[in-house]
């Protein structure tokens, strides 16, 4: 008998909000204050309290984290071309785009998702100036082989860490790595400020270009020094972030036995291979992000897709379609980008937050087990599990 579907949409996130009465204090005291932007008492703890979170010396919140890409990679004198990855959410090449450089695209590891180091090089020409990685669904880029290679050729080390908010490699907090780490605080991540963004970093002079590009260039009252932009987050958001905070280690921990069970229930699937983090890696936990195999499972990615559809469960394709077949990058210089294509092609992301809770989960792993079922090929030639990333 098939699985019956959900009565109401599943859909693969559902953003968490603080309690009501806490955030109407917040709202006391900007009313009382009538302080609502232009780092407010808000804004100055926020950043306080996520420079505690994220590990760097300094912390800079922005209107959203496509703005921090933009606006740091100004602050770095970021120029020429900038390599990354092409599986990755259109704000990581456009920002590139934005900041006045060019991207140019560099296949991926087929088992971290992120940037092959090992290909970096050969894209490399006297215009390459940076490398912005993405660490993909939280799992780490290689940052000691991608700093090896920038320190070799003196580029700039950027990271797009909207999948990664609290994750550690080793204990090591991810912010650490790279001349700056961009956190996005859109609702659709771990922690949000409903729309926001913070750059973290070690280097006070980094501060000080994004304390001037992020409010118009201005200094003081009557000095305005360079061209800067509008990306202030107000004190309503950042009461926000402020009490999202303060729960983000709780939705992590809902969200841990859901995917644990997640991979229980798909372990024993033929052709369905879950994500998995590398030995040492606390990540985020915000995304289930799983392989689909048609030869061993019997449906492709977007049949699957489509299947778990008439049960009422929207999973998304996250990324697809690739950054390289964006009519706008159609030219882009670019590396063969095969694992990118076949990723692109491959990987779903199911619904995953922690109020879904656990019976919900187990009826969409039996869903998907069901959908196998059915579908499978008589004969399964499985391939060997990858080997998982070391990190050391
Ligand atoms: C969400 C996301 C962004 C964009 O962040 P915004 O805060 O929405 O601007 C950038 N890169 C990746 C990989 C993302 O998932």
Known sequence: MP?????FPIRVTRPALPAMKRVHDHLNDIWATHVLSNQGPKHIRLERDLTAVLGTKHVRLLGNGTLGL????????????????????????????????????????????????????????????AILAVHVYGVPANVVAIQAIADKYGLKVI???????MTTINNVPIACYGDFTMFSFHATKLFHTIE??????????????????????????????????????????????????????????????????????????????????????????????????????????????????SFNVFARKYFYPLCTDYPCYANALSDDVQNAREAATQILCLPFYGELGLDAVER???????????????????????????YS
């Not at 699985?3 to 009565?7: D, Y």
């Not at 689909?292 to 299947?307: A, I, M, P, T, W």
């Not at 196998?372 to 008589?378: A, L, N, W």
């Open 3 to 7: 699985p019956a579907p959900f009565r």
């Open 70 to 129: 933009i606006l740091g990679m100004k602050a770095l004198g970021v120029q020429g071309e900038v390599i990354t990855t092409p599986f990755t959410f259109p704000a990581t090449p456009h920002s590139i785009v934005w900041a006045g450089a060019v991207p140019v695209f560099c296949d991926i590891d087929r088992h971290s998702l992120c940037i092959d180091p090992g290909r970096i090089e050969a894209l490399i020409t006297p215009r390459t100036s």
């Open 159 to 165: 990271y797009d860490a909207a999948h990664a908010f």
């Open 196 to 309: 926001g963004g913070c750059l973290a970093f070690n280097d006070r002079d980094i501060g000080k270009q994004i304390d001037l590009l992020r409010n118009f260039g201005i200094q003081d009252e009557t000095t305005v020094l360079i061209p800067g932009m509008n990306a202030k987050l107000n004190e309503i958001q950042c009461a926000i972030g402020i009490e999202m905070l303060k729960e983000a280690e709780a939705e992590r921990e809902r969200r841990k036995p859901l995917r644990t069970l997640y991979m229980e229930l798909l372990s024993d699937v033929p052709g369905i291979h879950c994500i998995r983090m590398p030995q040492g890696v606390s990540d985020s936990l915000q995304y289930m992000a799983l392989r689909v195999d048609q030869e061993n499972f019997g449906l492709s990615r977007d049949q699957l897709c489509k299947e778990l559809e």
């Open 364 to 390: 969409i792993g039996k869903m998907i087990g069901y959908l196998g079922v059915k579908h499978r090929p008589t004969i399964s030639c499985e391939p060997m599990v990858a080997d998982i990333q070391q």
